[in-house]
């Protein structure tokens, strides 16, 4: 018995440990899998030794008893309790979940229906309107208690502002970040020099948790609705997915409705085959009775509801050797080591690095040179190690070496606040430069077309360009000189060069490259002062009460114009003909209170045309109801045009969207 209860205590502690570090910290120390197998030993010891429950036992409640798993003053208790799901890993364990279903159900029900979804790899959020306007939005929280994210969930811009049903109506979903975002989130992250977010998931969770909106509208969330769990319109969980489709609200197009067991696992299955594809991250499928009364009957344990299971998919993971470790050095000095692998085969791609995103992770993971280590794909789409491999011992096994110097200048390293990272500081370093060219002409900057890593290179090599003011004053001549380079691909890359110069100044701002000050801290800072000049005047105090940008941006902001080094590229930028002041025609538009989706081949980046919209004060959303205005449709527009002309959406194309928006100036 002491060994029991030895074993009892540990199980509690360590399954408390993972609820904190997953609920408050967001991190996934563990897979779903390992987490399920110490709770399944756990439930089965109570199971067997009934005397030895403890009230604070994992099992006895959803989260965290004194709901410390909630880290925000602002708290909202739910209404209707948010459940967890009870997982499944397998055939077997869904026809055991079916099995004690139909146990249950009244004899005089013949066939039961069960409604099949995708699990999407987020946050899970309640939300509530009353007298059909959103009053209340909240993360899951402890399940009891969440905390209060409303103005966050608004900022959004992808739920109806009001719907037609007055009385109160609960919601369910799960905010996430698309996989494309959260890439894009990260290299802005390591050119900035700040801690990566370990996955899209992640991401999510916490950026729901800013307490600047502004922040949160900019990380580019979205949302899926996969209940009513209030204000049901309808007698089952299918038909009111369809009302909440019919209503605006974004709602994953794969569900479906099946009685048979082969049906079931066939479309759990159908749902794995498109993942790969899909710009969010989803790890299961969730398999639920369609009926409420049967629901009803069924009831719930203390933490899951007796009439859904969750099944996960498991993730694609690769054994491999560590080589080396690379320590690759970002545009503003941040010291990033990569993992230099025996190549290996992985979820259809051949995986030679993956990222060990900090000095910290080296340390967690205990890795060391030789060592046999486990790769997943992050997001299904960055390589990273999730473990070694203690089973295989290396005696030739090395410690990673974390460099005190630059390894591509030699200058001395200093590292940030926290310790994890080191950073080079040295202006001239060759990594530095190039990272801040490439960024001045990347596509969410200047947007050079051409400009990529192979011709700057070439450019630094040969002494062409030194700084981003350069390449406004490029010798046609020299460039021809180069190895590689013909008449006609030198005209084309210095008519990008010249078309880069029309574009805005909070683009011109961003692709500086000024350190922490992100684009949309850019578009934040010009609507506010207007012009280089006025910027450079303003005073940290004067920087900082813009809603949105700290006090630490603030100071980065002033010092980098008090620099000499600085000033002179701004003023060769400025002589060369590049916009430093926010253009008239955008200052006295009159607000477009209309609802817009792009979809389809546009003459530009679809980025593009969200921007332009969005200037003009109206909204860009992601799926097509019959709350949206427009649909703006290029070439090879698919199931996004068939929607708009079955709901009677007015289809423009880019001249027509050109009309409508002078209309406005």
């Given amino acids: 018995m002491d060994k029991i209860l030895a074993r009892y205590k540990e199980l509690i502690a360590l399954i408390e440990k993972y609820n904190q570090e997953y609920y408050v910290k967001n991190i996934s120390a563990i897979s779903d899998y390992e987490y399920d197998q110490l709770y399944k030993e756990l439930t089965q010891l109570e199971e067997a030794n009934p005397e030895i429950i403890i009230r604070t036992s994992p099992t006895q409640f959803v989260g965290d008893i004194d709901n410390n798993l909630v880290s925000s003053d602002k708290k909202i208790e739910h209404q209707i309790r948010m459940y967890s799901l009870e997982n499944s890993y397998s055939r077997e364990d869904i026809i055991e979940f079916i099995d004690k279903v139909k146990k249950v159900v009244s004899a005089n029900v013949k066939s039961i229906e069960f409604v099949i979804e995708p699990k999407i790899d987020g946050a899970a959020v309640s939300i509530k309107y009353s007298g059909g306007v959103l009053v209340e939005a909240a993360t899951r929280g402890d399940g009891v208690i969440g905390e209060d994210i409303l103005d966050n969930i608004k900022s959004l811009g992808v739920l109806p502002e009001s719907i037609e049903d007055k009385g109160d109506v609960i919601i369910r979903g799960e905010a996430y970040m698309p996989i494309s975002t959260f890439n894009k989130l990260n290299i802005e992250r390591e050119a900035e020099g700040k801690t990566l977010f370990a996955n899209p998931r992640n991401a999510a969770a916490g950026s729901l948790k800013l307490l600047d909106s502004v922040k949160v509208a900019s990380r580019g969330l979205k949302l899926f609705l996969y209940s009513v769990d209030l204000g049901r319109k309808n007698s089952n969980h299918f038909d009111d997915l369809k009302y909440l489709e019919e209503s605006g609200f974004p709602v994953n197009e794969n569900y479906f409705k099946f009685s048979e067991t082969d049906d079931i696992m066939d479309a759990i299955f159908k749902v794995e085959k498109i993942r790969d594809g899909l710009d969010y991250e989803l790890d299961g499928a969730v398999v639920k009775v369609n009926d409420y009364a049967i629901r009803d009957e069924l009831g719930h344990t203390s933490k899951y509801p007796r009439f859904a299971i969750s099944y996960k998919y498991k993730s694609e993971s690769a054994r491999t050797k560590l080589l080396s470790v690379t320590f690759q050095v970002g545009r503003t000095g941040a010291i990033t080591p990569v993992a230099e692998l025996v190549p290996v085969s992985l979820s259809g791609s051949v995986i030679a690095r993956a990222t060990l995103h900090n000095n910290d992770e080296i340390k967690r993971l205990g890795v060391r040179i030789g060592d046999t280590v486990i790769i997943e794909k992050g ?287």
């Fill in 379 to 665: 997001g299904e789409v960055i390589p990273k190690i999730i473990s070694v491999d203690r089973d295989i011992f290396n005696a030739d096994s090395r410690e990673i070496e974390v460099p005190t110097v630059c390894p591509v200048c030699n200058s001395t390293l200093t590292n940030d606040i926290s310790g994890v990272k080191g950073y080079c500081i040295n202006r001239e370093c060759p990594a530095i430069v190039q990272g801040n060219i490439l960024h001045f002409g990347s596509r969410d900057a200047m947007d050079i077309k051409g400009f990529g890593v192979r011709i700057v290179e070439q450019f630094l090599e040969h002494n062409i360009i030194k700084d981003i003011s350069d390449i406004y004053n490029l010798d046609r001549k020299e460039i021809l000189k180069l190895e590689g380079f013909q008449s006609q691909s030198v005209d084309n890359l210095l008519e990008a060069i010249e078309q880069s110069k029309s574009q805005p100044f909070h683009r011109v701002l961003y692709g500086i490259g000024i350190k922490n000050i992100g684009r949309t801290a850019t578009k934040l800072i010009v609507k506010q002062f207007g012009d280089i000049d006025t910027i450079m005047k303003a005073t940290e105090e004067e920087i900082s009460s813009i809603y949105g940008i700290g006090i630490g941006s603030a100071s980065i902001l002033v010092n980098f114009f008090k620099d000499d080094i600085n000033m002179k590229i701004v003023d060769r930028l400025r002589s060369s003909g590049l916009k430093f002041e926010k253009e008239p025609d955008l200052l006295n538009k009159t607000a477009l209170d209309k609802s817009f989706v792009i979809t389809g081949k546009l003459s530009h980046e679809r980025q593009y045309f969200k921007d332009l919209i969005e200037s003009y004060g109206a909204r860009v959303s992601s799926s097509v109801s019959k709350n949206t205005d427009y649909l703006l449709a290029g070439t090879d527009a698919g199931s996004k045009l068939k929607k708009a002309l079955e709901l009677g959406v007015k289809v423009i194309d880019e001249n027509e969207l050109n009309t409508i928006l002078s209309g406005c100036s």
